[in-house]
């Protein structure tokens, strides 16, 4: 178009000359300069005003995804009189324009990526249409079900593909509703990609099990049987929130395994609980509710695996009896309860904000990979973090049957043996108003039934149980009791933080040790405790056959401890309020009962301070030892005079402690003794306040290398006589870098 002011200028330059002929001619001259600059000031106008504005380009793109469509939507632009729209996938192109700031694509492919951008458009004015938008990716939903899997044909060279989160959920369906050809053993699936479980609000687990309230053992059917390899990929966003109405109650992303699942990460929330009021079982797993191998029997004709391997959870898990006062609860981060079967290779991640719940009725197992597990294996697991481990009640328990177990790695095993794992707990470990519960806690395991071997924990945060029962904590494991054959081996334990035991019965123990808390004929060789932290104590036991323990390596020992030595740092520090309290820088208390007890090859390095006192000033008695609080045997008069000693051969303890006993005398060896026969046994200290009467015991000749060297071979000779020679391997040697004789080739 043509400017006002360029019209003007042409007509001014091109007056004739003639209309002014008869001016004068420096009139001439002086018109002929202004018309000058008016032209160039025209121009210079003329010039600006042809000059276009673009728009800018649209801004804020969102999208509302459904199953089929994406509601686009973006922000107005000024001056905008339209918007052009352009949409794209690898099979899909569409183009459109569009008069508002919204637009919904439709007729799409579900769980389908698009790109999406706009531009601006004029009409008129001074304006250009704008730049385009960069791409932007959007999602459509993935539908709830899906109508088939993304491939394959079941077998092991060419599984069922899993590629979206409906995929994982017809899975679920068909094991569920035993559909032929997917839910039998032998069939496999494999992930193929991250899943986003966002869009379940209360995911449905595959295989649910049986919905008659009986176990899964008794009756298998809905459980998963097949081979489930998730590929290295990760589940995100696990949701499950399922209220049984039967006795048995298993949730998870699988409910009940007896197949094999490897290869799988899983990120989110699980929760059970039960409207049953009656001897309820409710189980809870971030990966399986409940494990089992279904063996060939009366009851169930098809053979099955029970593998978890290669697996990990981050997230919360809880399981609640609910208002059943009879009801067990089991959780765990892989695996809430296993029945049979092995877990390898397997990694629980519990942060700050997450916690594995249980709320019993009379029974609550708690772990960081495995609630409970009656058979099998647990190898080569890890737990790690910083949350809370919780076993508590749904409402003051009573009766003799009554447990709490709680554990980093697992909560009870009963014949399923530990191997290889390793667990660095930071967090909270709780077990609250435990009434008259039994309960056991560990940084590795809660009570072992069968054997841990190889395995390593440290403790840096805090640990509180309250019970009118008997109470076990330890390093690596609380109590070793069971059916089984208890054992514990090559376990290396480091205990800070802070444990806090309330215990308000008069007739039930307290035991408390840097690998365990307590045994049961059961042995333990070739472990090591570092210990750090705060042990605090207030018990009201008074009966004459219970005690509080607290030992470096155990609170009470078993048949045989061989080969373990304990460390107290200057940073350690016991204090115990109770009447009957014994103390010692290996066990606390080592007697003879049933079966002969025999301390071998081991040492204690005390350090520390520890505070002893009177609960409620009942019989009072408190007994503190390098080695033992009390190393006693058995005296049995009636019905035949019999005696049963305790042997301590082989061991040692220097002593730097720095004790305050209310009526007590610090020991170099044994705080207490009777029936018992040492060979070979050390002590050296020098704090004023330690002594030594125990005959057979010695001091050390000097507490430098020549003193050392001297009583390592008559160590050494006691060991080898040791009436435990043929299963002990272990002697002594000295240390230069460290001041003071080791262990070597304790196994």
Known sequence: SICLKKSLFSLIIFIPLNSVFMMKSHLILRLH????????????????????????????????????????????VDEAAAYELEARSDDYAFSTRVEDTRYELTGLEAYTEYEVRIRALVVSGNYLDSEWSAWERFKTLDKTI???????????EDPYLIARPSQLALLAQCVNEQTAGYFEPDVHYLLTADLDLSGYENWTPIGTGPQDGRYPYENPEKAFQGVFDGGGHTVNKLNVAYTGATTFTSVGLFGVNDGTIRNLHVAGTVSATTSCTDKSYVIAGGIVGFNIIAYEDAMNTRPGSGAIEHCSFTGSVSASCGNDPTGTADAGGICGMAESGNIDFCETTLDAAHTIRTEGGEISMTGGI????????????????????EAAFNTVPEGYYVYAQAGGIVGSTAEA??????????????????????????????????????????????ASIESNGAISFGGAVGSLSGVGECAVSLVSTEMGGTVKIAQGDEYSDVHVGGVFGSASNATASACDALLSGDIEISSNVADGTTNVNVGGVCGKSGMLTAGCHAEWTESAHVKIASDRSNFGGVTGLTQAESNYAFLVGCYALCKGRVEIEPKNGTDYTANAGGIAGTFSGYSMIYPVVMEIPAYMDGCYALVETDFSL???TARGVAGASEAALLNGVFWGSTQDGVSETLPDSKAFASLDQSGFEAAIAEMNDAIAASMMAQLVQVGYTYDTSLGHPVLTGAR
Do not use: H, Y
């Not at 899906?146 to 092991?156: C, I, K, L, P």
């Open 33 to 76: 300069r202004i018309i000058l600059i008016a032209a160039l000031f025209l121009a210079a106008s003329c010039k600006e005003d042809d000059t276009s504005v673009q728009l800018k380009a649209p801004q804020t793109l969102t999208a509302i995804p459904s199953e089929t469509s994406l509601l686009i939507e973006w922000g107005g």
């Open 146 to 156: 899906a109508d088939e899997f993304d491939g394959g044909s079941g077998t092991e």
């Open 370 to 389: 495995a609630g409970s597990m009656n058979g099998g294996r647990i190898s080569a697991c890890t737990f790690t973090g910083t949350g809370v481990l």
């Open 417 to 462: 043996s530990i191997e290889s794992c390793t667990a660095d707990f930071g967090g909270s470990l709780l077990v609250p108003k435990g009434g008259e519960a039994t309960c056991n806690a560990g940084i590795v395991c809660g009570n072992s039934g069968s054997s841990i071997t190889d395995c390593t924990a440290k403790f840096t945060g805090d």
């Open 662 to 664: 209310s009526g007590g």
